[in-house]
T-cell receptor
């Protein structure tokens, strides 16, 4: 598989439930980011976690990073219908490259 | 909050024609990028631009593509002779020295 693969590909939950999305990557990274994309819109930055961090919180978002397993998870607590969107992880690569490598994303549907 | 703006939102062109996609990055940002997303696929890095020159480009960014910052505010992507496979959403992004990427809402390019 390629750098930045999320699972599941699609997730459907009820409002108020928690949503967990996972991301795996292949190469060593400096940081990992999560982005959100509403249908037909641009990518909105949610949170960045550095390679020396294990967990980070922002509001209802909680991100974990396990560099030994090359994986990250995004937890959205107490989900709302407005959280319905696609969520992508994106990694940089060590070595000074400018580019972010995105996964295919998890399409989250929160049912009211 | 300042945002990256892209025009047009949708561009339809015939194969072989030249297109210019326009972006106005956030005004105090220094690093500029183009990414694209073919329908249903990953967001892919095309090119990064800093200090009035390309700093990195992907294999996708061949001789048919060029970027320009013609003045202090605009950042353009030109495709000289479009192919059917160039149909995609094209996202412009910018960032400051230590900030995450801010993306525009994209231009949907349809090549017929």
């Amino acid at each position: 598989s390629q750098q930045g693969e999320e699972d599941p590909q699609a997730l459907s939950i009820q409002e108020g439930e928690n949503a967990t999305m996972n991301c795996s990557y292949k190469t060593s990274i400096n940081n990992l980011q999560w982005y959100r994309q509403n249908s037909g819109r641009g990518l909105v930055h949610l949170i960045l976690i550095r390679s020396n961090e294990r967990e980070k919180h922002s509001g209802r978002l909680r991100v974990t990073l396990d560099t030994s397993k090359k994986s990250s998870s995004l937890l959205i607590t107490a989900s709302r219908a407005a959280d319905t969107a696609s969520y992508f992880c994106a990694t940089d690569t060590q070595g000074g490259s400018e580019k972010l490598v995105f996964g295919k994303g998890t399409k989250l549907t929160v049912n009211p | 909050e300042p945002e990256v703006t892209q025009t047009p939102s949708h561009q339809v062109t015939q194969m072989g024609q030249e297109v210019i996609l326009r972006c106005v990055p956030i005004s105090n940002h220094l690093y500029f990028y183009w990414y694209r997303q073919i329908l249903g696929q990953k967001v892919e890095f095309l090119v990064s631009f800093y200090n009035n020159e390309i700093s990195e480009k992907s294999e996708i960014f061949d001789d048919q593509f060029s970027v320009e910052r013609p003045d202090g505010s605009n950042f353009t992507l030109k495709i000289r002779s479009t192919k059917l496979e160039d149909s995609a959403m094209y996202f412009c992004a910018s960032r400051g020295m230590s900030s995450p990427l801010h993306f525009g809402n994209g231009t949907r390019l349809t090549v017929t």
